[in-house]
């Protein structure tokens, strides 16, 4: 008789947390029995994911034969798809990035160029990577766009009208032979957090992405929160003033009409003409604003003050919906460091119940712009770690895609 899969999933994540673990062990955590154990092993064994290590210490009797991930076997590709550039990496099961490399790119207006332009990325990296043939267990793609759960390979053609023709999904999967998921950014920067930042071992947390636009990414219960629709998180296009300043989505008054790059560059630029400097000065963006504002410059710190304020609010709000433990500020803007966090925390102390506020922990991440493809790729592991069927390479290439696209399973341990 066949093991339910979901004692092999549960078998596969131990051991890859562990690193090296006996059977007795793993018996003994996962509440199984030893010759169940000792089955969903030799299938393991069979698909490639696990091997027999070295003779551990005894415990008295027979010593015993340790199990290990074989975690040099496997690799995974993390495509992030910006607005305006393309990042890919290949990581290793431990989280570690072997290689990466990233270019500008026309994303919205010129979809041709930008397949182009992965191609010529993901071929790269997987060089500088010296990928082998069947190591690569697939690759993530975070999209700067909500995926609809119906058309899980698709960009969305409300906010990307260029791409409505596209199935990037089925695309890439044909090219290179291997799964693809695609996955909101900002969701992927919470995963990418979840396994290997600042998320780690906190099962409630927003991760908030500060660029561009604004994004946030909600893991609950150790798990993305997507809602219905793939669209939960959208934390940019929640009013903060409904007589505000218009934004792209059509309405006024947006977190990110106040507080995305486009804003904080022209409220810096405002506020300098008042000042009366010189106008033909060039105008900074957004980063360099933060990074003066973090050095002091008055007028930078005004403008960041504004915004940290307007972004306490939104959080505040957030914080009183959700009640996240922790929330993860990742982009341009957190280089302003303490002249961001001051006014922010003041907002969200002034604005939340006294229980959230007691939880509120609002920290910058440490990954980095690398939050969302580490993200990426961690969903391709993810996934094998829930469904370890996927894990015995060389998949016939007959098999339909739609059974690749998309995720599937029990969240695994982080
Ligand atoms: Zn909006």
Same mark, same amino acid.
């Given at each position: 008789m066949q093991p339910a899969p979901s004692n092999l999933a549960a078998v596969i994540q131990l051991i890859w947390t562990e690193g090296e673990i006996s059977r007795a062990e793993v018996a003994r955590r996962c509440d199984l029995s030893r010759s169940t154990v000792s089955a969903l092993v030799q299938q393991l064994i069979d698909l490639g994911g696990v091997r027999e290590a070295r003779v551990g210490p005894s415990q008295g009797g027979r010593p015993p034969v340790m199990l290990r991930f074989e975690h040099d076997r496997f690799r995974m590709i993390g495509l992030d798809i910006g607005a305006t550039h393309l990042t890919a990496l290949v990581m290793d099961p431990r989280g570690r990035t072997l290689s990466r490399a990233s270019v500008a790119c026309p994303v919205e207006s010129d979809p041709p160029g930008t397949l182009r332009k992965i191609d010529q990325l993901l071929a790269e990296v997987q060089a500088k990577a010296s990928l082998s043939a069947g190591q690569l267990l697939g690759i993530g793609v975070a999209v700067p766009c909500p995926v609809h759960p119906s058309t899980p390979g698709r960009l969305s053609p409300s906010i990307l =009208?260029?791409?409505? @023709?596209?199935d990037l999904g089925a695309t890439l999967s044909q090219r290179w032979a291997v799964p693809t998921y695609l996955e909101n950014d900002a969701n992927l920067g919470a995963l990418g957090e979840l396994y290997?930042?600042?998320?780690?071992?906190?099962g409630d947390f927003a991760y908030v992405k500060l660029a561009t636009g604004v994004g946030a990414g909600l893991i609950i219960d150790g798990d993305i929160y997507r809602g219905g629709q793939g669209?939960?998180?959208?934390?940019?296009? /929640?009013?903060?003033?409904?007589?505000g300043p218009p934004c792209r989505c059509g309405l006024f008054g947006c977190l990110e009409a106040m507080i995305g790059s486009k804003a904080i560059e022209s409220d810096f630029l405002a506020l300098r003409l008042q000042q009366g400097t010189d106008p033909k000065k060039p105008a900074p963006d957004l980063g360099s604003i933060s990074a003066a504002a973090a050095a002091g410059d008055p007028l930078a710190v005004a403008v960041i003050e504004r915004a940290g304020h307007h972004l306490g609010v939104a959080l505040a709000n957030l914080l009183n919906i959700v009640n996240p433990s922790r929330i993860v500020l990742s982009g341009r &803007? /957190? &280089?302003a460091g303490e002249a961001l966090l001051a006014p922010l925390n003041r907002a969200i102390q002034a604005r939340t119940m006294w229980t959230n506020v007691a939880a509120a922990d609002v920290v910058i991440s440490s &990954?980095?712009?690398d939050a969302i493809p580490l993200g990426a790729a961690t969903l391709v592991l993810r996934t094998a770690l829930a @469904? =370890? /069927?996927?894990? %015995?390479?060389?998949? =016939? /290439? %007959?098999? =339909?895609?739609r059974q690749f696209v998309g995720v599937g399973g029990p969240p695994p341990t982080p």
């Open positions: =009208p260029a791409w409505r @023709d596209i290997w930042g600042q998320g780690r071992g906190a669209i939960a998180g959208e934390i940019g296009h /929640t009013a903060i003033d409904a007589q &803007l /957190t &280089l &990954l980095g712009d @469904d =370890p /069927t996927r894990l %015995s390479l060389g998949l =016939p /290439t %007959s098999v =339909p895609r």
